[in-house]
């Protein structure tokens, strides 16, 4: 009868043990945002849950002081109180064995009955629902952080004590959680189904930002659209009526000469006070924002939204103007694109059929990638300048030659001025 009785209280203890092992498990995997939510509804556990959990040092410290206690008095009641008995009882079929021995095997018994159902099935429960869990356990919790508080207090100043003899910081050893190992938990819940293809692009896109300059994202001067001032009043308006923009740079004479940017809002709103007939097309110009080239995109969006901008002019190092750039244009390296009613989807990529395409060689080598899911090393900004590099002159008349980037199998279709215009496109299995 005796042994009925220590075996249930080596039970109530290993009980004891996982539920302060769900209990852990649940307060280390809640979900905040939920907590809050039902804080917001008035539910008093969840008020407490949340106030625990604010102090992780101390609601952990107070666990690992109950299952460690559990732990240890299960072990010294089992080692103590049953090893005599099984040895007792292999004598009854002629098995000796030492003591010692029978010790051994009740603490490995015990070891793998307690690693069980006090802390693998426990854990698993906690992690299915730990909202549920740290709720109906967080009661108990209380109760065990004011029973075990002395307990923690010497816990807490022996570890700082040996710490400082030992002239460790406190934050020296904190491991900090890495770029690369964010990029790989953002994958990892992608695999798991936690997101979407797209929202797992964006997140990384996030982290390419503030490595991305404003020059290999910009519209080039030469595919700019702007308008001479100094054009005839009509022939400005018509101007503006075709452009699919609603921002359009202005300048005078030249291109490297920008004297403001208009917006077709003013117009309009000029146009209805005064008639189309008097537009002063130099009193609606706003003051550009003038930026170097190489800005960094996140520092150029900072700027833009600080200012109410939603195009820059970017400058070269001799001030003159190499391209312009939109917020737009920023948002798609994070989104994609961006497409409205003016654009055509995909213009710069015509599908021919199955494995080949015409391509405008003005394209984005990001865009380029993004598109063939390849992985072109960035060694210039568009197709058309990685192909130039590689022949190594710019070439004034067609040529039969084929290049190979990655696994895409490129060819001149036509050229333009000084640079590639289309190019076939072929994606290499």
């Known amino acids: 009868m005796e042994d009925i009785y220590i075996l249930l209280l080596i039970l109530i203890l290993i009980l004891i043990n996982g539920f302060f092992s769900a209990s852990e498990m649940a307060l280390v995997s809640l979900n905040s945002n939920k907590i809050q939510k039902i804080v917001d509804e008035g539910n008093n556990k969840a008020k407490s849950l949340s106030k625990i959990s604010s102090d992780s040092?101390?609601?952990?410290?107070?666990?690992?002081?109950?299952?460690?206690?559990?732990?240890?008095?299960?072990?010294?009641i089992a080692g103590s109180n049953l090893a005599e008995n099984l040895v007792t009882s292999l004598l009854t079929i002629n098995i000796n064995i030492p003591i010692n021995f029978a010790v051994v095997i009740i603490t490995v018994i015990l070891s793998f009955i307690t690693l069980v159902f006090g802390e693998l099935v426990p854990k698993r429960i906690a992690l299915n629902n730990p909202e549920k869990t740290a709720l109906l356990t967080v009661g108990v919790l209380k109760i065990t952080m004011v029973l075990t508080r002395p307990a923690v207090w010497l816990l807490t100043v022996t570890t700082k004590t040996v710490l400082k003899i030992f002239k460790l910081s406190r934050d020296g050893n904190q491991d900090l959680t890495s770029e690369d190992e964010i990029k790989q938990m953002i994958r990892s819940g992608h695999m798991q189904g936690l997101y979407k293809r797209h929202e797992k692009d964006m997140l990384e896109n996030i982290f390419k930002f503030d490595d991305i300059d404003a020059l290999t994202i910009m519209t080039p001067r030469t595919d700019m659209y702007a308008i001479d001032i100094n054009d005839l009043k009509p022939e400005i308006l018509e101007k503006i009526i075709k452009a699919p923009y609603s921002r359009i740079p202005i300048f005078s004479k030249t291109v490297d000469n920008i004297i403001g940017v208009i917006h077709v809002k003013d117009v309009l709103i000029s146009a209805k006070k005064n008639g189309f007939g008097r537009l002063n097309y130099q009193k609606l110009l706003r003051e550009p924002l003038f930026v170097p080239n190489n800005i960094k995109i996140n520092i150029l969006f900072k700027r833009m939204q600080k200012d109410n901008q939603h195009i820059a002019i970017l400058l070269d190092s001799y001030g003159g103007v190499d391209g312009i750039i939109t917020l737009e244009d920023i948002?798609?390296?994070?989104?994609?694109?961006?497409?409205?009613?003016?654009?055509?989807?995909?213009?710069s990529i015509q599908k021919i059929d199955d494995d080949t395409y015409v391509v405008d060689a003005l394209i984005q080598i990001q865009d380029l990638n993004r598109y063939f899911n390849v992985n072109i090393k960035e060694e210039s900004d568009t197709l058309s300048g990685l192909i130039i590099e590689s022949l190594g002159y710019i070439p004034r008349k067609k040529i039969d030659d084929v290049f190979i980037f990655g696994k895409l199998e490129v060819k001149i279709k036509s050229l333009k001025k000084n640079r590639v215009d289309k190019v076939f496109i072929k994606k290499i299995n």
């Open 57 to 76: 040092t101390r609601y952990l410290s107070t666990i690992q002081v109950a299952i460690t206690l559990a732990g240890f008095l299960s072990s010294a």
């Open 331 to 347: 948002l798609k390296e994070i989104v994609g694109n961006i497409y409205d009613e003016f654009d055509e989807l995909n213009q």
